[in-house]
């Protein structure tokens, strides 16, 4: 009987054997599975939104500079303050378009996962244009590689429209160290849906995406400097547009101080993981009912 069993042990072993290429390793194919399933899921949602952004044609298409400064200050443990200014130029730092000034307060939910209410207020060389509230969800998921996602709705009161709206957004980026220099590299693309609909001004529905990147330096352990780039599109339902977006980022994260020799704390990006903006990632919108070049339609903003 013994024997018997032993021959039927080294049967079953033989045919696990023969099923397993040379080289094989339980742990590599896991990790591989994971890395292909993580993979095929970024490219599938990459690709969806490379369709919606760049559109057989476009009725229009321009060129814009956004020069940003950001501050990003620690409060407590879990809460920080943010400040950015941006200016936006027409072409490469030619007239100015509007001026942009952000408030956010965040709060570190755990250590993938930021609530955000933010202010934003924008201004023309003519005047006020647009007052901005929104809450704003940061998530980070591993899927073979790390994805960060930004889901925000926006509340939105506009001079020149003559009732509130109202806008989901989502972003997807991926960040990642460019060997063992103080560069990274980020890819991004975002998606705008407008829940509102004005008559003959806004409709309901996909009204922008912008699909880009950004090369990042760190100059230290609190300052950031990005170059990126943006491809706009806007479709405000009665014209298309496609602008190119030259983006220059000095993005200052502070941190809190040491306490009687200790370990400095609060929440510091770490070096291959650059933190990224409390509010709005480098991106472009346009007005769409607005047509001069001079000043950005309010569905592009």
């Known amino acids: 009987m013994e024997a018997k069993i032993r021959r039927?042990?080294?049967h079953l072993d033989l045919r696990h054997r023969?099923?397993?290429?040379?080289?094989?390793?339980?742990a590599t194919a896991i990790n591989g599975g994971r890395l292909r399933e993580g993979g095929v899921a970024t490219a599938a949602t990459l690709v969806t939104c490379i369709v919606l952004a760049v559109p057989a044609r476009s009725d229009d298409q321009g060129t814009q500079t956004w020069a940003t400064t950001q501050l990003s200050l620690p409060t407590s443990d879990d809460l920080r303050l943010g400040f950015r200014y941006r200016r936006r130029f027409s072409d490469v730092f030619d007239a100015t378009l509007l001026d942009q000034?952000?408030?956010?307060?965040?709060?570190e939910v755990s250590d993938r996962a930021r609530l955000t209410l933010g202010?934003?207020?924008f201004r023309s060389p003519r005047g006020s244009l647009e007052h901005r509230v929104f809450p704003q969800?940061?998530?980070r998921t591993h899927a073979g590689i790390e994805l960060d996602h930004r889901l925000r709705i926006e509340y939105r009161d506009i001079d020149v429209l003559p009732e509130k709206t109202y806008r989901f957004r989502y972003q997807l980026s991926h960040t990642r160290p460019i060997g063992d220099t103080n560069l990274y590299l980020r890819l991004k693309d975002e998606v705008f849906l407008a829940s509102s609909e004005v008559d003959g001004i806004v409709d309901?529905?996909?009204?922008?995406?912008?699909?880009?990147?950004?090369?990042?330096?760190?100059?230290?352990?609190?300052?950031?400097v990005e170059f990126a780039y943006d491809w706009a599109y806007t479709d405000s339902g009665v014209i298309t547009r496609g602008d190119h977006l030259l983006q220059l980022n000095v993005i200052f994260t502070g941190r809190r101080p040491r306490l009687q020799g200790g370990p400095a704390s609060g929440n510091v990006s770490p070096p291959d993981r650059p933190q990224?903006?409390?509010?709005?990632?480098?991106?472009?919108?346009r007005a769409t009912y607005v047509t001069s070049a001079s000043q950005p339609p309010p569905s592009a903003r």
């Open 204 to 224: 309901r529905g996909f009204r922008q995406n912008r699909l880009g990147g950004a090369l990042g330096a760190r100059l230290g352990d609190q300052l950031r």
């Open 18 to 26: 023969r099923r397993r290429p040379p080289g094989h390793c339980p």
């Open 137 to 139: 969800l940061n998530l």
């Open 119 to 121: 202010y934003e207020h």
């Open 276 to 285: 990224h903006d409390m509010g709005r990632g480098p991106t472009l919108e």
């Open 101 to 107: 000034y952000q408030v956010t307060v965040s709060r």
């Open 8 to 10: 039927q042990r080294a």
